[in-house]
Nanobody, 126 residues
């Protein structure tokens, strides 16, 4: 099992930036496919960004060009750099991990990710 701990959330004005971090511990081969997800009140959870075992990335259309997902394997840490934040980006952000290799990471349903962090709140005011 992998333990994931997110940090870096907070409250910012629209146009501001935040960097989220997710530190993994435990069985690290289960972090081949990692992602950031978010859920706002009364909304369903959505995938914000994913990074696969090859280092390739994919983004939700509305965050592409503003958010950057990256991973430091030596530090066992996943990052989400969020720039030009908008009020609609407000949500609880979660990281998740799975032992899926290559492009299978893109089609993995989020409900099938076995390991999740506790979430970190991001609030963007207008």
């Amino acid at each position: 099992q992998v333990q994931l701990v997110e940090s870096g959330g907070g409250s910012v004005q629209a146009g501001g930036s935040l960097t989220l971090s997710c530190v993994a511990s435990g069985v690290t081969y289960r972090t081949d496919c990692m992602g950031w997800f978010r859920q706002a009140p009364e909304n369903s959870r959505e995938t914000v960004a994913r990074i696969n075992s090859d280092g390739s990335t994919r983004y939700l259309d509305v965050v592409r060009g503003r958010f950057t997902i990256s991973k430091d394997n030596a530090k066992r840490t996943l990052y989400l750099q969020m720039n030009s934040l908008k009020p609609e980006d407000s949500a609880i952000y979660y990281c998740a991990a799975d032992r899926i290799l290559g492009d299978d990471c893109w089609v993995r349903r989020d409900i099938d990710f076995p390991d999740w962090g506790q979430g970190t709140q991001v609030t963007v005011s207008s």
